[in-house]
């Protein structure tokens, strides 16, 4: 695995690193759960990115968070 130098991803992203962050994160979740058409996210969710999913008969939300 390789492990990432958040610098070099600020620097690239400089114009908003915690949106592109947040956006990469949604990014692998929908894929490690086969969402191909994504998880509703517009609303409001306490502590959350997304509204969670059922896999499996668990309920699985998710949190990112980049910090400058």
Known sequence: ???PNWDIFRAKFSENPQYNF???CYLLFCKEYNKKFGVFRYKNQAAIETNPIEV???V???QAKFYK
């Open 22 to 24: 947040e956006w990469f």
């Open 1 to 3: 695995m390789i492990k």
């Open 56 to 58: 499996d008969n668990e």
């Open 60 to 62: 699985i939300g998710w």
